[in-house]
């Protein structure tokens, strides 16, 4: 097989770094965070990297890193809470073994270091976030061939569903 073992989806705090981290380890496969390989690619993080370019721009230069990714990694990939919705993003994923990792608000807004990771989010957190998972859930939807709640949930609770839902997507 070609490409990563897995990509997960989902909104910024739902817990694809950390999951996916831990599926990697009990795949035996790497892990890797788009988000940083476009700090790598362009020298800064992504939230300042979307203030420096703009929205379009930004996207573009995800969709580029994401090819690239595509193309090198066979391990566990995380993506960006907006990848998906970047133009062109879907239509690299199709095919893709995707697992969207799915969050509501209420834990969102409870999780650890979010919002000053998202300063964007302030000064209304809870509105902008409720319209952010308005937006993207529908693309996280269509990308994936599976959805993991993880609400409320211990890490190897979902680690083990997103294995059980692995087994029933991989091309």
């Known amino acids: ?18 999951v996916g981290r831990a599926v990697a380890g009990r795949l035996g496969v790497g892990f890797r965070d788009l988000d940083d390989d476009l700090e790598a690619a362009h020298g800064l993080e992504a939230g300042e990297l979307v203030v420096e370019l703009g929205r379009e721009r930004f996207q573009r230069a995800e969709v ?4 690239v990714v595509l193309a090198e990694h066979d391990g566990v990939l995380a993506l960006g809470g907006g990848t998906p919705t970047a133009p062109g993003a879907a ?3 199709e095919g893709a073994p995707v697992v969207f990792l799915d969050v509501d608000l209420d834990h969102l807004l409870r999780r650890e270091g979010l919002l000053p990771l998202h300063p964007w989010l302030m000064p209304n957190p809870r509105a902008h976030l409720r319209q952010l998972l308005a937006e993207r ?15 409320g949930r211990e890490v190897e609770d979902v680690v083990t569903d997103v294995l059980t839902a692995l087994t029933a997507v991989r091309p």
């Not at 097989?1 to 950390?18: C, E, F, Q, R, W």
Request: proline share 10%; net charge neutral; glycine share 10%.
């Open 91 to 93: 239509e690299l994923l």
């Open 1 to 18: 097989m070609s490409g990563p073992a897995l990509i997960l989806v989902g909104p910024p705090g739902s817990g694809k770094s950390t």
């Open 137 to 151: 859930r529908p693309v996280y939807e269509a990308v994936s061939q599976a959805t993991v709640a993880t609400s």
């Open 64 to 67: 580029e890193v994401l090819k």
